[in-house]
């Protein structure tokens, strides 16, 4: 069974403060994902990564930044965070072209 | 400018009538085509898909039609359970950016014993 783990389930930041939110998969894939998802909108892409050190931005990218040192682990960086980045998080891995499997989900809220 | 829709944000089905989720898509170069399931406070789950060859694909209770023409999928459960309650997403892919997935809004099913 393919495992993907969030680091924190709810999360509670001030406006301003730097996030890092964590994400380890732990069935060896490629592909890594950063998703929020918002009322209305679906699942929207923020950035993803084929492979370790490698990125690509998604299409809302402005305001974070990612990291992958090691296969199994995604980070997504808030570098200063604001009200209009509180949503729910979500962290996916897939092997290359094919279907993804999500973590649970992490709920941000920024006051 | 979203490339899949679900204009549907909510659906009330019976327990045991067939439940009919739709999807709309704008990009004649999606050439594959998933449902994913999500449930309150979990992350969305693989359901179904469906390859651009084909136009339909069954398992179990489920059943994903592709209409090409018409750049229009939908998924049949039959029949509904209440268990089946949950948020449904449609995503598509191309053949050339294989790895970005597009999600439509979701729709919301509820069903009722």
């Known amino acids: 069974d393919v495992k993907v783990t969030q680091s924190s389930r709810y999360l509670v930041k001030r406006t301003g403060e730097k996030v890092f939110l964590e994400c380890v998969q732990d069935m060896d894939h490629e592909n890594m994902f950063w998703y929020r998802q918002d009322p209305g909108l679906g699942l929207r892409l923020i950035y993803f990564?084929?492979?370790?050190?490698?990125?690509e931005k998604g299409d809302i990218p402005e305001g974070y930044s990612v990291s992958r040192e090691k296969k199994e682990r995604f980070s997504l960086i808030l570098e200063s965070a604001s009200t209009n980045q509180t949503s729910m998080y979500l962290c996916a891995s897939s092997p290359v072209g094919e279907e993804q499997y999500f973590g649970p989900g992490t709920r941000l809220t920024v006051t | 400018d979203q490339q899949v829709k679900q204009n549907s944000p909510s659906l009330s089905v019976q327990e045991g009538r067939i439940s009919i989720l739709n999807c709309d898509y704008t990009?004649?170069?999606?050439?594959?085509f998933l449902w994913y399931k999500k449930y309150p406070a979990e992350g969305p789950t693989f359901l179904i898909s469906i390859s651009s060859i084909k136009d339909k694909n069954e398992d179990g209770r489920f059943t994903v039609f592709l209409n090409k023409s018409a750049k229009h999928l939908s998924l049949h459960i039959v029949p509904s359970q209440p268990g089946d309650s949950a948020v449904y997403f449609c995503a598509a892919k191309t053949l050339y950016n294989f790895n970005k997935f597009y999600f439509g809004s979701g729709t919301k099913l509820n069903v009722k014993p």
């Open positions: 990564s084929y492979d370790v050190k490698m990125k």
């Open positions: 990009n004649s170069m999606f050439d594959y």
